[in-house]
């Protein structure tokens, strides 16, 4: 069975402080995609990126940052000078690369950034 | 613009009552996913269908019911089986198999119905 954890349920910064979310999964499949998703107050989710199991590179996006890593089943996500605008709850989600695809869901860090 | 849109956002039902709550894309995805989120907690997944005229169950479908008759229409109902229906209920859509492979499984949410139960 598939299972995603985020460890950290809430963190609180200050404007501009750099900023890591956790994301450990478990699979068994060999074939499998990662993502992350912003849930905003408006409840929408908002896609950040996908990662297919076979690409490790990290990635770099404007202030979003993502690190990749197979051999501890991790993927998280760094923001780097934070801004009040990403206050959010931040979800990482797993899906599997063969069968239904539907999506595994951690269970969210909100994050609060202050002025 | 393309997008998935679900109607309505807030609604109110009283026990003992079933309820639809509607769920259109017009991104020509074949595949369409319903999923539930309670406060605190991750998205689960209620029900989910890979092509018109076929659905499967998901992790909690009980209480619940779909139907999959057109492409862009994927209506959930809420029955009076469902014991704690109060939730935050998200659709969503992906390409599917036959997408892009860089694109298949990425997918698309709706802005969200918000349920309570009177």
């Known amino acids: 069975a598939q299972k995603v954890t985020q460890a950290q349920t809430e963190i609180s910064v200050v404007e501009k402080e750099d900023v890591t979310l956790d994301c450990v999964y478990e699979t068994r499949d060999t074939t499998y995609y990662l993502f992350w998703y912003k849930q905003p107050p408006s409840g929408e989710l908002v896609f950040l990126i996908r990662?297919?199991?076979?690409?490790?590179q990290n990635e770099i996006s404007g202030r979003y940052s993502w690190n990749f890593q197979k051999s501890t089943s991790s993927f998280n996500f760094t923001i780097t000078a934070s801004q009040v605008v990403d206050s959010a709850v931040y979800f990482c989600?797993?899906?599997?690369?063969?069968?239904?695809?539907?999506?595994?869901f951690g269970s969210g860090t909100r994050l609060q950034v202050q002025p | 613009d393309g997008g998935i849109t679900q109607s309505p956002k807030y609604l109110f039902r009283k026990e003992g009552q079933n309820v639809t709550l509607s769920c259109e894309q017009n991104?020509?995805?074949?595949?369409m996913y319903w999923y539930r989120q309670d406060p605190g907690q991750g998205l689960r997944l209620i029900y989910y269908s890979q092509i018109v005229n076929d659905f499967q169950k998901g992790d909690i479908a009980e209480g619940y019911s779909v139907s999959r008759e057109k492409k862009e229409s994927f209506p959930l109902t809420v029955t009076s089986a469902q014991k704690n229906p109060t939730a935050f209920y998200l659709c969503a859509s992906s390409p599917g198999l036959a997408g892009r492979a860089s694109l298949r499984d990425e997918q698309f949410f709706g802005p969200g119905t918000r349920l309570t139960v009177l």
């Open positions: 989600a797993l899906s599997e690369g063969t069968g239904r695809r539907a999506l595994t």
């Open positions: 991104l020509n995805h074949d595949a």
């Open positions: 990662r297919n199991s076979f690409d490790e």
